[in-house]
């Protein structure tokens, strides 16, 4: 599973591929992918990316027009990057992200379909899946571990 460091490096590289770049096309080659119905997923298509941060171990696409393009890794998803004209990945391709200068390729290995993908027009629902470990202080920490009887894992 992409824990949070993976999902930095993936952060970085995607800023310099992808930010200020137009999202030309949105292909969903596994319909299971996409959780959401409502904004459409064609209203992504022709916004440009302003920014991409982290929720939790979410990627989140700041596109204008204040819509935001979330991907969830999950266990087996993997993002790659493809130059124009390449071809993607066989079967394990879930979506495409095409781009003027590029595709960004939403893969999964293995046959269970945890990845997801949302498209949001506002991230106020969105959990975050835990505490922000990078905003929590040590009082904030300890209340969340004794908040519920978890694992360590789950808790945070």
């Not at 992918?33 to 920014?51: D, F, M, Q, W, Y």
């Not at 979330?70 to 130059?83: F, Q, S």
């Not at 899946?129 to 009082?139: C, H, P, R, S």
Request: hydrophobic share 45%.
């Amino acid at each position: 599973m992409p824990e949070l460091p993976d999902v930095t490096v993936y952060i970085e590289a995607l800023e310099s591929r992808v930010l200020g770049h137009t999202l030309q096309r949105v292909k969903l080659l596994n319909p299971f992918i996409l959780r959401t119905a409502v904004p459409p997923i064609a209203s992504a298509e022709g916004k440009r990316v302003t920014e991409i941060r982290r929720v939790g171990k979410r990627i989140v696409f700041v596109l204008e027009g204040s819509l935001y393009l979330v991907l969830h890794l999950m266990i087996a998803g993997r993002l790659r990057w493809l130059e124009p004209k390449a071809k993607p990945p066989g079967r394990i391709t879930l979506a495409l992200l095409e781009f003027d200068n590029g595709t960004l390729a939403f893969t999964e290995a293995g046959t269970k379909r945890r990845a997801s993908l949302h498209l949001l027009s506002s991230l106020e629902g969105l959990d975050p899946g835990g505490i922000e470990i990078f905003a929590a202080d040590l009082a904030a920490f300890a209340q969340r571990l004794k908040s519920e009887n978890h694992t360590l894992k789950r808790a945070l």
